[in-house]
């Protein structure tokens, strides 16, 4: 008895089917066996970089509103830009010395918060955990 040697199968190009060497056309599509397909360009991939939260806060706390601004949240980072600004010119009364630090740790500590969780939102969406 002797062992014949099994052909050797391979893929379809174009519908993946198997195929062996004795074949000279896929049986399912009837392309031909050494046909090879064209590659196809793939699409353009664009990179995004995950955010740090420590980043984000440290802006913050440099300027209300940098720490959005790094987020790409841009109308609520221009409004708190704005606002510390305000908070800025009040300092330079009196009576705004007194006014404008609480109500300044207090936006702080807001807007720190917020921007955490819109840090891990962010990154979530990019699928970095």
């Known amino acids: 008895m002797t062992d014949a040697p099994v052909p050797a199968t391979k893929s379809c ?16 599509c009837g392309v031909a066996r050494d046909f090879v397909t ?3 360009a793939a699409a353009p991939q664009v990179l995004v970089e ?13 300027w209300l509103g940098a720490g959005h601004l790094y987020l790409n949240r841009i ?13 800025w ?11 404008a630090f609480p109500l300044w740790l207090v ?12 840090v891990r939102s962010f990154n979530r969406r990019l699928g970095v955990r």
């Open 75 to 87: 109308n609520s980072g221009l409004i708190l830009l704005m606002g510390n600004l305000f908070l």
């Open 89 to 99: 010119i009040l300092v330079m009364t009196f009576f705004g010395i007194i006014i």
């Open 107 to 118: 936006l702080f500590i807001v807007t720190a918060l917020r921007v955490a969780d819109h």
């Open 38 to 40: 064209p590659m196809r």
């Open 13 to 28: 190009a174009s519908c993946g089917r198997a195929m062996t060497e004795t074949h000279a056309f896929c049986p399912a």
């Open 50 to 62: 995950s955010k740090s939260a420590g980043i984000a806060i440290l802006l913050t706390f440099l």
